[in-house]
C-alpha cells in the first residue's frame, strides 16, 4: 500500500462528534520514527494542518480545535485516530491524513512539503 486511507467522515449535527481514521503500511507508517498529521480543507479554501502526532507520541494541534480534537495512534496496527468533539459549521472540510518518515514533529511544521505520503481524503460536514 503505497498511500494512507482515511474514513469515518460523515454528516453530524453542531456539537456532535466523529472519530477519523488513517489506516497506513509498513510502507508509510512503517518507520523506526516518523510523524502523521491531519489536515483539512474546506471549500474555496487552502488546506491547513489541523493535529499531529510523533511515533514518540508528541502531540500538535492547531488553536481552533485545541480541547475539541484529540489525536492517537495504534502502532501496532500502522493506524492514527483524531477524535472530533463539539463539532461547529466551521469544522466542515475534506479530512486529509499525511505521513513522513525518521521525522518527528520537532523537525518539521505544518508545511504540506513536509510529508511524504497523503490519503484520498474523507469528508466531514458539520449542520447548525
Known amino acids: 500500500q503505497e498511500h494512507l486511507v482515511e474514513s469515518g467522515g460523515g454528516s453530524v449535527e453542531s456539537g456532535g462528534s466523529l472519530r477519523l481514521s488513517c489506516i497506513g503500511s509498513?510502507?508509510?507508517?512503517?518507520?523506526?520514527?516518523?510523524?502523521v498529521g491531519w489536515f483539512r480543507q474546506a471549500s474555496g479554501k487552502e488546506r491547513e494542518g489541523v493535529a499531529a502526532?510523533?511515533?514518540?507520541?508528541?502531540?500538535r494541534y492547531a488553536d481552533s480545535v485545541k480541547g475539541r480534537f484529540t489525536i492517537s495512534q495504534d502502532n501496532a496496527k500502522h493506524t492514527v485516530f483524531l477524535d472530533m468533539n463539539s463539532l461547529k459549521p466551521e469544522d466542515t472540510a475534506t479530512y486529509y491524513c499525511?505521513?513522513?518518515?525518521?521525522?518527528?514533529?520537532?523537525?518539521?511544521?505544518?508545511?504540506?512539503?513536509?510529508?511524504?505520503?497523503w490519503g484520498q481524503g474523507t469528508q466531514v460536514i458539520v449542520s447548525s
Open positions: 499525511a505521513s513522513v518518515g525518521y521525522l518527528l514533529l520537532q523537525d518539521i511544521g505544518w508545511d504540506e512539503s513536509d510529508f511524504s505520503f
Open positions: 509498513d510502507h508509510t507508517l512503517g518507520f523506526s520514527s516518523y510523524s
Open positions: 502526532i510523533d511515533s514518540n507520541g508528541s502531540t
